[in-house]
């Protein structure tokens, strides 16, 4: 029962280096996101997809980009990585918008130096 | 401007006693509520939620109570049990943030034994 699988775990990157978040799901669910989480702060979105091949912006897209080429996946990259963007980051999917129950992916750190 | 205030960092509470946790919001247009737990090196998981059309709901030691006219929401746990340490968050929804969620900072609860 793997659910929501992100990859890497665990990634160091030096600022304008270039890394591709994976997030995969195995509950054909319509909706994915990604969220950041820094520290005293709730979950921040970064970007979503309401099905395969869309894509939206979240609260805070700039410097992300995403791709959603299947339905089971939803990929976030970072083009030229800087500190700011130090943050766990944390996939989501959810089989439609109307109870905002989420199923979480465990997690990714990003440092980037 | 956060739209969705958890203002105690942490909550500390004796086995077996009653836990609260407290959330604000400013949005009156937010219709929907929930509450979400995180373990350390895990994702959050969906507790339980409650619509704006009511002010209470059960499930188990889980009770969520919401206040509309004070913009305010709650959450009982009872009894606490030492696996109920973990952060706390509170999150909300409604149609004008795209019923995108709208999450708190999180409360750290300690259940002492």
């Known amino acids: 029962n793997a659910g929501v699988t992100q990859t890497p775990k665990f990634r160091v990157l030096k600022t304008g280096q270039s890394m591709t978040l994976l997030c995969a799901q195995d509950?054909?669910?319509?909706?994915m996101y990604w969220y950041r989480q820094d520290p005293g702060m709730g979950l921040r979105l970064i970007h979503y997809?309401?099905?395969?091949?869309?894509?939206a912006k979240g609260e805070v897209p700039d410097g992300y980009n995403v791709s959603r080429l299947k339905k089971q996946n939803f990929l976030l990259g970072l083009e030229s990585a800087a500190p700011s963007q130090t943050s766990v980051y944390f996939c989501?999917?959810?089989?439609?918008?109307?109870?905002?129950?989420?199923?979480f992916g465990e997690g990714s750190r990003l440092t980037v130096l | 401007d956060q739209q969705v205030k958890q203002n105690s960092p942490s909550l500390s509470v004796q086995e077996g006693r009653i836990s609260i946790l407290n959330c604000d919001y400013t949005?009156?247009?937010?219709?929907?509520f929930l509450w979400y737990k995180k373990y350390p090196a895990e994702g959050p998981t969906f507790l339980i939620s409650?619509?704006?059309i009511k002010d209470k709901n059960e499930d188990g030691r889980f009770t969520v109570f919401l206040n509309k006219s004070a913009k305010h929401l709650s959450l009982h746990i009872v009894p606490s049990q030492p696996g109920d340490s973990a952060v706390y968050f509170c999150a909300a929804s409604g149609w004008d943030s795209n019923y995108q969620l709208i999450w708190g900072a999180g409360t750290k609860l300690i259940i002492k034994p």
């Open positions: 997809s309401v099905g395969e091949g869309t894509t």
């Open positions: 949005n009156s247009m937010f219709d929907y």
């Open positions: 409650i619509s704006s």
């Open positions: 989501a999917s959810s089989p439609d918008r109307s109870t905002g129950e989420l199923f």
């Open positions: 509950m054909n669910h319509e909706y």
